[in-house]
């Protein structure tokens, strides 16, 4: 299946999970845990797993696809992999881990840390982040904002130097990103079909490349 069939399908996906659903945290565009590219302090816990696919078109180079999934292995600890495949090459699989150091409180933000691509594919990628949710919740003409979360972080590799995200759940199933990726500024949203599947949309460096996907997430 080409990128641009994949996009067709995802967009009417994305129509149907304007019916039914509930929103909820999955995977980012490159399989761990996150918004649409950078990683958050959020993890899945023992036993907990998801499963996506994602189709990227780019505006210059190749377009591309992922396959990823994800585990909670152990309390706190998450392992996955993602399958990243530009059209006409073979592909790289990127194998990535983050540990849980702290869950977030009152006061205190969540605190993980992690490693993506560690085999070094692509790019080798050691990173720490925090999470932290705005202390209440906001209203606006199209409903309830739930949920509003800031993150911030600093990596290497793919992602060098500082990097920092909003997130905001509006409604009951829809779910907004904004981020620093430490080099673009990306956007998203994640519309939910009923408890487990995700629809996403990404827009990458000011919506220059666009993706598309969806994910299977099994919660405890």
């Known amino acids: 299946m080409t990128t641009r069939t994949g996009l067709s399908l995802c967009c009417a996906l994305l129509a149907l999970g304007l019916l039914v659903g509930s929103a909820a945290a999955s995977p980012s565009f490159f399989g761990y845990t996150g918004l649409v590219r950078i990683p958050t302090a959020d993890s899945l816990d023992e036993e907990e797993y998801n499963v996506a696919a ?23 600890l998450e392992v996955g992999f993602a399958r990243v495949k530009p059209d006409e090459v073979s592909g790289e699989t990127w194998i990535s881990a983050k540990y849980a150091f702290a869950a977030e409180t009152n006061r205190n933000p969540a605190i993980a840390g992690g490693v993506i691509d560690l085999t070094d594919e692509t790019d080798t990628t050691a990173y720490i982040v925090l999470s932290k949710s705005f202390p209440r919740h906001y209203k606006t003409a199209l409903g309830e904002i739930a949920s509003p979360r800031a993150h911030i972080g600093v990596g290497g590799g793919q992602l060098d130097g500082i990097f920092a995200g909003l997130s905001a759940t509006l409604g009951d199933r829809f779910t907004l990103m904004a981020e620093y990726d430490s080099d673009d500024f990306n956007w998203g949203a994640r519309l939910a079909i009923g408890d487990e599947w995700r629809v996403h949309f990404g827009g990458f460096d000011w919506l220059d490349d666009v993706g598309l996907g969806i994910s299977f997430n099994k919660f405890m």
């Open 54 to 76: 994602f189709a990227v078109n780019v505006d210059e180079g190749e377009d591309y696809t992922v396959f990823a999934a994800n585990l909670g292995l152990i309390p706190q």
